[in-house]
């Protein structure tokens, strides 16, 4: 028996939480397909290439996409990933949760104090900042953050704060000293903010700090620096039937940190 938990809006297309498939042995394909069939017919399809698949907390892009088989006892986790945002600002929804990224200028003097301050500002917020040399690129960090929400959901975050799972899953560590000094934010580095919260006390945060965020959102290409800082080998991409397997590798390492 496999069971699939749904989250964010799929809750909506399937309406439940969660079902159980009696069939012992699949691919995530075969699921899908069988997902498409049961929902409602007054109701729009499952978009698959916007969502994130989740194997008992792994990525399925870290194990083999959609090929990935599914045995009796596993859980399979539905995470609708929802775009959004203008020109200069990276918003979107991840299990029904209002995210957006900031990119920091570097003349923020200290910015330890200034996202400290900022939590004292807006307690209702979420936020969390780091640097951006250990961001891939955007689809990155969705599935990051996907993981962490996907966690605090579950109850199974690694720590009794939200920021500190996000920030622990980025730097694929436990230890949150090693976290703090790995990924944390330090002065003239390029850095981000991670808000998450209600839609109204962000755009709130943003107006308040605009001027001290960059408008040119592109990220820089980091490949070389995250598998030397995270040491992947290219024999362990190589194994990884997926067009982004370095980003799949950073999914999965942030993912089995639920173990």
């Known amino acids: 028996m496999i069971t699939v938990r749904f989250l964010g809006g799929s809750k909506k297309l399937f309406l439940r939480d969660n079902l159980t498939i009696e069939e012992g042995f699949m691919a995530v394909s075969d699921l899908l397909n069988h997902l498409q069939k049961i929902i409602p017919k ?66 923020v003097d200290d910015p ?72 944390g934010l330090q002065k003239n580095t390029d850095s981000m903010l991670i808000v998450i919260g209600r839609r109204s006390s962000i755009d709130k945060l943003f107006r308040e700090i605009k001027d001290a965020l960059r408008t040119d959102w592109i990220f820089n290409n980091n490949t070389r620096f995250i598998q030397k800082e995270f040491s992947i080998a290219k024999k362990e991409l190589d194994c990884i039937l997926s067009k982004t397997p370095l980003e799949d590798v950073l999914a999965e390492r942030s993912a089995v940190l639920f173990n």
Do not use: W
């Not at 230890?175 to 000094?181: C, F, K, V």
């Open 42 to 107: 007054n109701l729009p399809p499952l978009d698959v290439n916007n969502i994130l698949v989740a194997v008992n907390g792994i990525d399925s892009l870290a194990l083999q996409g959609k090929n990935t088989n599914l045995k009796d006892g596993d859980v399979v986790t539905i995470i609708p990933l929802i775009h959004g945002g203008s020109v200069n600002r990276k918003r979107f929804t991840i299990v029904d949760t209002n995210v957006e990224l900031m990119l920091l200028k570097k003349t």
């Open 112 to 183: 330890i104090h200034f996202l400290v301050s900022l939590r004292g500002k807006y307690p209702s917020l979420t936020i969390q900042g780091i640097q951006t040399n250990y961001v891939l690129d955007l689809e990155h960090a969705k599935k990051v953050l996907a993981v962490s929400l996907a966690a605090k959901k579950a109850g199974e975050l690694l720590s009794n704060k939200m920021e500190t799972d996000i920030l622990m899953r980025f730097a694929c560590t436990r230890q949150i000293s090693d976290a703090i000094l790995k990924v």
